[in-house]
């Protein structure tokens, strides 16, 4: 798989509102309602990752939810994270509901 261009990167994140590029990687926050849900959330893109197998950058703080995506073999962001980064989001929209 290989590293995207940057123009690349800003078309594929029109599709991802919430989603930004910046230092290699491309990144989102999340706020939940309290730690609770925000970790179920964690807990269910958890298993998306292990199916993918690929992991995020992420840290929690009570109910945000801060993850960063690169592939660490491509120095940069490649269609995996993409991948990724649409399951996030279909995970994050079935815990709002």
């Known amino acids: 798989m290989s590293k995207l261009t940057e123009k690349e990167i800003n078309n594929r994140l029109e599709k991802l509102e919430e989603w930004d590029y910046f230092d290699g990687a491309?990144?989102?926050e999340y706020e939940f309602?309290?730690?609770k849900d925000?970790?179920?959330a964690m807990s269910r893109i958890a298993f998306e990752c292990e199916a993918l197998n690929h992991h995020p950058n992420w840290t929690n703080?009570?109910?945000v939810l801060k993850i960063s995506?690169?592939?660490h073999e491509e120095n940069g962001v490649?269609?995996?994270d993409?991948?990724?980064a649409h399951?996030?989001?279909t995970i994050v929209e079935e815990e709002e509901d």
């Open 26 to 28: 491309i990144h989102t």
């Open 78 to 80: 490649t269609e995996k």
């Open 33 to 35: 309602e309290n730690f």
């Open 82 to 84: 993409f991948k990724l």
């Open 61 to 63: 703080t009570y109910n």
């Open 87 to 89: 399951a996030i989001e």
């Open 38 to 40: 925000c970790f179920s």
């Open 69 to 71: 995506i690169s592939t």
